[in-house]
């Protein structure tokens, strides 16, 4: 089935059109739980959680925000208000409150669909537990809302500050189902595919439940990944794709060849993203299953898919590929001139060790973001050009390596970090001079947040006080797996802060 043809209904056309045709087909299951729905039972529990939203107040454009694990739950609430007309705002559900109410207050949602009914929230904003009945019966009109609508704000770290919300179209999700379907081998109609990651990440979102209803695939939905657990779920369930990051496959990879080859049986191919994939991992599947693990690269601002290895049909270490039909690729250097990034070697912040010439990527293709909210600031330019800010370079094969981010930013299994961000809350304790805070290399997340503390004149701090404060602050993957602590961070002679020779 091809995504374009669900453009004039939008994305909620997805699942109407896999009811209409697939309606006995099961379309979603939960690993741990065994609850599953069939297409027509995820249609009937979206009219009714669309009819609840409608009843609390929810009007076309207003913003909803989803505060849900991985689920069934998930699913239908994220159908439910796109049907009533409303932007969705994924959040974790393990985001802290601060975070939480900050998200929630820039957003403007007013509305929080989330299990436990009675969950502090701020003034005036209201809570609905989510609707997953199949059996419901309720008659709600779709919105109508498609094209340039607004059906997603993802909330991401910036360049300049703390999370923006990415606003992405229904145009821009469907666009980059199309060009995810391009390719071959992409989902088909027979397929159960394994989402462990969060679905309210764009890459679960859009490569996972998006696509797999797209093609009127299973969505098997998992809401933690532990190896062993998950690969037991994947021999259980017959799983015939992954969705992964390198963490999953490094932890696969080291339960042994004989277990891969039980669990992974049914399974004919995995894709992997968020992080460069370890060699060593991806030999190791190979040899064990005679799987190859396809790498790519997104972002959110993207929908998220630009580029996989999946475009050639074979993987190359250290390589994300080539981009996806219908999506234009050049590297720019920082003005948008269509050429090499200058280097100064008198400067180590930009000097990046790769064979090739090296820019900037800058992409241009009908899945691109509108913006980020409010306003669209900083969105694809006169010419439908985005510069992502993340170096590379193309080989003599024209495949994209990626090799570094020029706007500093660190990914932790596929979810991006703002070091300012960090930098600011542990710089409100008392015993804190300065603070940077770097990515460094971990083998299983890709990268991981690293702080240097420089303790004031006098102080008693511990890394395990520093590192309890995040906790209480920042989501998770956000909080420093590392504390080291200096007399002083390198500077420039202007004052810069030296993050290369950090890391």
Request: with cysteine; net charge negative.
């Amino acid at each position: 089935m091809n995504a374009g043809n669900g453009t004039l209904a939008g994305v909620g056309g997805l699942l109407t059109r896999a009811a209409d045709r697939w309606p006995d087909h099961p379309a979603v299951c939960e690993t741990g739980s065994g609850h599953g729905l069939t297409y027509r039972q995820v249609a009937a529990a979206v009219q009714v959680q669309a009819k609840k939203l409608a009843d609390a107040g929810v009007r076309p454009g207003d913003r909803v925000a989803l505060r849900l694990p991985t689920s069934v739950d998930f699913v239908v609430a994220f159908f439910g208000a796109l049907r009533a007309g409303a932007i969705v705002v994924p959040l974790s559900p393990q985001v802290p409150a601060p975070e939480f109410e900050t998200l929630l207050g820039h957003s403007g949602a007013r509305v929080v669909v989330q299990r436990d009914a009675d969950a502090p929230l701020p003034d005036g904003v209201s809570g609905l537990t989510p609707e997953s009945d199949p059996d419901g019966v309720a008659d709600v009109a779709d919105a109508g809302r498609s094209g340039e609508d607004i059906a997603v704000i993802s909330y991401t770290s910036g360049t300049t500050g703390p999370p923006r919300g990415v606003m992405l179209s229904h145009r821009a999700l469907l666009a980059n189902l199309e060009q995810v379907s391009g390719v071959e081998g992409a989902l088909d109609h027979d397929d159960r595919v394994l989402i462990t990651i969060p679905l309210f990440h764009v890459y679960g979102l859009g490569p996972g439940l998006l696509q797999a209803t797209n093609a009127g695939a299973t969505a098997v939905l998992s809401e933690r990944f532990e190896a062993q657990r998950t690969l037991d779920d994947c021999a259980e369930q017959h799983v015939t794709s992954i969705l992964g990051v390198p963490t999953m496959y490094a932890e696969f990879a080291a339960l042994g060849a004989d277990e891969l080859r039980r669990g992974l049986a049914t399974v004919r191919w995995m894709t992997s993203g968020a992080a460069p994939l370890h060699p060593k991992v991806l030999t190791a599947l190979r040899e064990a299953t005679g799987l190859d693990v396809y790498e790519g690269y997104g972002l959110t601002e993207c929908a998220p898919v630009v580029t996989s290895t999946l475009v050639t049909g074979y993987p190359k270490p250290g390589s994300v590929g080539r981009p996806l039909p219908g999506i234009e690729l050049r590297l720019v250097d920082s003005d948008g001139t269509d050429q090499a990034v200058p280097l100064d070697p008198d400067d180590v912040d930009d000097v990046f060790e790769a064979e090739g010439e090296t820019g900037l990527v800058s992409i241009r293709g009908a899945n691109l973001f509108s913006g980020y909210w409010p306003d669209g600031d900083h969105g694809p330019d006169d010419e439908g050009w985005f510069r992502t800010g993340d170096v590379g370079y193309l080989d003599t094969d024209g495949d994209l390596h990626l090799v570094d981010r020029a706007n500093d930013l660190i990914i932790v299994n596929g979810f991006n970090v703002f070091p300012r961000e960090v930098e600011e809350v542990i710089g409100r304790l008392p015993e804190v001079a300065e603070a940077a805070v770097v990515g460094v290399v971990d083998e299983r997340s890709g990268e991981a947040v690293k702080a240097f503390v420089v303790p004031a004149a006098g102080a008693s701090l511990s890394e395990q006080q520093v590192v309890e404060h995040c906790a209480a602050h920042l989501a998770g993957y956000k909080v420093p797996h590392a504390v080291e602590f200096a007399e002083s961070l390198p500077h420039s002679a202007t004052g810069k802060l030296r993050r290369m020779r950090l890391r």
